[in-house]
């Protein structure tokens, strides 16, 4: 079966833009989750969906956000983009919102804020 | 807020060398997973623990959950060029929390 699918793979955006991601889970996958991964900070988790509703989030501003369909897809949009917003952003899917759950990760998307 | 910190940030071995990785939390863990990124990579699940005092085996590779389930550890036996990449810790602070990881230790290898 597929896995976790990110779009695109690779973006320059420059400061003071907007930007959205998208991830398609694993067919049957209701949670996704996001992470923003830094050299310096590594993998930090950013907010989770499950079936279209936010059950948690990270300490991003809220310039950070994010949204879940019915499908499952999921995308998050960061706002008035700043340079440190450069990293690469991470989704991961499992079967159910758990934290006992492995969580299967897409290829990423990297983002450059220029 | 919790926190899990795992030691060392780096390990450069000579192939052949064994290597272990120490993952720490400030609170009890229900669970701790395990992941591995490739240099350009994706972090990919490696096994998750449950039990306090677990212990369980994938080849050269054996994971450890401590008996107050706040600390795990990784222990490669034999290190090969393949097993370059950064391994992370992660875990939840309840069964249905989100999941938090590790800073991560990465490991490179000299042939």
């Known amino acids: 079966k597929a896995g976790v699918t990110q779009t695109p793979r690779y973006l320059i955006k420059t400061r003071g833009q907007q930007v959205t991601l998208s991830c398609s889970p694993i067919s049957g996958h209701r949670s996704v989750s996001w992470y923003q991964q830094t050299p310096g900070q590594g993998l930090q988790f950013l907010f989770e969906?499950?079936?279209?509703?936010?059950?948690n989030k990270g300490n991003f501003p809220g310039r950070f956000s994010g949204r879940q369909f019915s499908n499952s897809r999921s995308e998050m949009n960061v706002s008035t983009l700043e340079l440190g917003d450069s990293a690469l952003y991470l989704c991961a899917s499992s079967l159910v919102s758990r934290g006992d759950t492995e969580a299967f990760f897409g290829q990423g998307t990297r983002l450059t804020v220029v | 807020g919790q926190q899990v910190m795992q030691i060392p940030q780096y390990q450069h071995v000579q192939e052949g060398e064994d290597f272990t990785t120490y993952c720490n939390s400030s609170?009890?863990?229900?669970?701790i997973q395990w992941y591995k990124q490739r240099p350009g990579g994706h972090p990919v699940f490696l096994i998750q623990l449950v039990k306090s005092g677990e212990v369980k085996k994938q080849k050269r590779l054996t994971f450890q959950f401590g008996e107050a389930k706040k600390n795990s550890s990784l222990h490669i036996t034999a290190t090969q060029t393949t097993d370059v990449g950064t391994y992370f810790c992660a875990g939840p602070l309840s069964s249905a929390s989100k999941i938090i990881f590790g800073s991560g230790t990465r490991l490179s290898i000299r042939p």
């Open positions: 969906y499950f079936s279209e509703t936010q059950r």
């Open positions: 609170t009890t863990l229900s669970n």
